[in-house]
């Protein structure tokens, strides 16, 4: 029996897609925009605050609602209803990334009839996305098509970690989520420098990322630096770099020195956990070990600097 799909969160669409789903999907985030046609969908949710501007523009905004207590994103209620989903799929992860479970919930309380299936994600390393592919597919009917899936990633995740783990240089890596004020990326970030034959700085696997500070990255001193902001694409990262570059001792740390220092698309990869992780986890082992992988990601989803 065919449903009817609304997801409320990037990643969760590419899951739905993945699973074979895709034309069960009848509405999506503001956000979505993977794979290809999702855009063509009616949009539930928007952003409360401009999300234009530098990452100190956008930080100062989200810090002032933090203050006032909003939440960060609306659901558009009215439009929801009229599509009348049988699946509704948001997040419990972070509550300033997305359109959060609460958030839906309060919706669906005020729900006529028989209210939508609410399946929450809420991801925080590798594993949490393997299970969060099979919470997905069960709640579509799909359990056998999400086991499949999920051991497929798991296969490709561990052919690239074999690879990388023959490479003669284990470089110590900061993964950089947030430029103004820095963040060093967390969840399931760290597990990925590390499958990808590195050491991991300043955050720790399974654990929301932290803010840092920038004597924090001095005193580490990393052998390798990639930057990827949380929503940004590449183009928006590098217009956000002087606030990086321009920092006391950028060209003295050892990652500047050797040229080991990129910027890749975070909206896109780093920060959606879902399928494509593969794929972020192909970037780290490319930008990392170039002697070893050549997955074509250079130029394309990374750009070194």
């Not at 300033?96 to 809420?122: I, M, T, Y």
């Not at 990388?164 to 420098?193: C, F, H, Q, Y």
Request: glycine content about 6%; charged content about 25%.
């Amino acid at each position: 029996m065919s449903l009817r799909i609304a997801s409320l969160l990037p990643s969760a669409t590419e899951i739905v897609a993945a699973l074979g789903a895709f034309d069960e999907l009848i509405a999506r985030s503001h956000e979505c925009d993977f794979p290809e046609g999702v855009e063509r969908l009616p949009v539930l949710t928007e952003a409360k605050i401009d999300a234009s501007g530098s990452s100190a523009d956008i930080h100062a905004r989200m810090e002032s609602a933090a203050r006032e207590a909003l939440s960060v994103y609306r659901v558009d209620v009215e439009h929801m209803r009229r599509l009348a989903p049988d699946v509704v799929v948001t997040q419990a992860q972070c509550e300033v990334c997305a359109v959060s479970e609460d958030d839906v919930r309060a919706v669906l309380a005020g729900w006529d009839g028989a209210a939508p299936r609410l399946v929450s994600l809420k991801a925080e390393n590798l594993a949490g996305v393997y299970d969060d592919i099979r919470a997905v597919a069960e709640a579509l009917g799909r359990a056998e098509a999400g086991a499949a899936a999920a051991t497929a990633m798991e296969d490709r995740v561990r052919r690239i970690a074999l690879a990388a783990s023959d490479a003669t240089w284990k470089p110590r890596v900061l993964l950089v989520e947030w430029i103004e004020p820095l963040m060093a990326g967390g969840n399931w970030m760290p597990e990925l420098v590390e499958l990808a034959g590195a050491e991991n700085l300043l955050s720790e696997a399974g654990k929301h990322s932290p803010w840092i500070a920038w004597e924090d990255i001095r005193a580490a001193d990393p052998d390798a630096i990639l930057v990827a902001p949380c929503g940004f694409d590449i183009a928006r990262s590098l217009a956000d770099m002087p606030a990086l570059t321009s920092r006391p001792g950028w060209g003295d740390l050892a990652a500047v020195r050797a040229g080991r220092v990129a910027v890749a698309d975070g909206n896109a990869y780093f920060n959606r956990p879902g399928p494509r992780l593969v794929e972020t986890l192909e970037i780290l082992a490319e930008f990392l070990h170039p002697e070893v992988f050549d997955f074509g990601h250079v130029g394309s989803t990374f750009q070194r600097l």
